[in-house]
């Protein structure tokens, strides 16, 4: 299994060479500058207290059974302080993890951030950049891929483990239905894997172990697990991949046709047919697209 490629502070150039190579790489050099690096338990608490946040709710501890429960994670109102003190030290089985919005979950951190102007500034354009904070304690996540974002995590606290596996869709990833709201997930179960016997000649192309100050990119549609040892903070970045990174037969036709829906509102239906139209199939994937938004539409009017 090959080391990822490792790129200290990148230029502009760099950074856009490294993306068109369309595999993972780590960057150095720009996490350790930020403000971030300095947050601790107590800072965190400060920043959160009294606001009421949502955080996933796991009742058994088990991250990948409550995906394959309910098909998404629980979630539960908690006041802020109160949640870090539940997510380092939980009472019972029962485990909360906190994601989203950073400016959304602590505002007064959200300048601790700085985005980097190769994310801000990368393909020519300028791109809108989102802050996501993660926080945790020995956390998993499902097997899934980044549909149409371009991704890159910054480890603050504490270590990850990153298995990376390159884009595509067989049996073997025991994928979710595109009718589901996650359908970028995987239903592999990581504590159980001898129920997926598919998946057992199935290794990933890199493993990784995300440390402080570190920032791993991860391709568009590159399938991922992520496994936090101890507490973790960390936040990522991710901004509109173009089309020309998404990588066909799949899992770019499973996206297309997810956003060409009326599921969850999509607005611009015609450009993705436009794109399934371009690499085929596309009666198909017509189809399937008709499917989705008529279960949509039967949900929303339940």
């Not at 107590?42 to 709710?57: I, T």
């Not at 700085?114 to 945790?136: C, E, L, Q, S």
């Not at 057992?200 to 990784?208: F, K, M, Q, T, W």
Request: hydrophobic letters at 40%; a positive charge.
């Amino acid at each position: 299994m090959a080391a990822l490629e490792r790129i200290h502070a990148p230029s502009q150039a760099e950074f856009d060479a490294a993306v068109e190579r369309r595999a993972p790489f780590v960057i150095t050099g720009v996490v350790d500058r930020w403000r971030a690096m300095s947050w601790t338990k107590e800072s965190l608490k400060d920043a959160v207290r009294g606001r009421m946040l949502v955080p996933e709710v796991h009742p058994e501890g088990d991250y990948f059974d409550t995906w394959n429960r309910y098909g998404f994670p629980l979630a539960r109102e908690v006041e802020g302080a109160r949640l870090l003190d539940l997510i380092d030290a939980p009472e019972g089985r029962e485990r909360f993890y906190l994601s989203g919005g950073l400016a959304g979950l602590a505002p007064s951190l959200a300048d601790d951030v700085a985005i980097p102007d190769f994310a801000i500034r990368h393909d020519g354009r300028t791109n809108r950049v989102g802050k996501t904070m993660f926080y945790g304690r020995d956390t998993a996540s499902p097997l899934h891929f980044h549909p149409v974002t371009h991704v890159t995590l910054a480890q603050l606290v504490g270590t990850k483990t990153v298995r990376l596996y390159r884009p595509g869709i067989t049996d073997a990833f025991y994928c979710r239905s595109v009718f589901e709201t996650f359908n970028h997930h995987s239903k592999i179960d990581f504590n159980d894997l001898a129920k997926y016997p598919k998946f057992a000649g199935v290794a990933p192309d890199h493993e990784h172990e995300l440390r402080p100050g570190e920032l791993l990119y991860f391709p568009v549609q590159w399938w991922h697990v992520v496994f936090s040892h101890g507490l973790s903070v960390a936040v990522h970045l991710s901004w509109l991949a173009d089309r020309r990174f998404w990588h066909f037969p799949s899992p770019g036709r499973r996206t297309a046709i997810a956003k060409s829906s009326l599921f969850h509102g999509a607005v611009r239906p015609a450009s993705y047919v436009l794109t399934l139209l371009a690499h085929g199939r596309l009666v198909d994937d017509l189809s399937l697209m008709l499917r989705r938004s008529r279960r949509a539409k039967r949900a929303a009017s339940a």
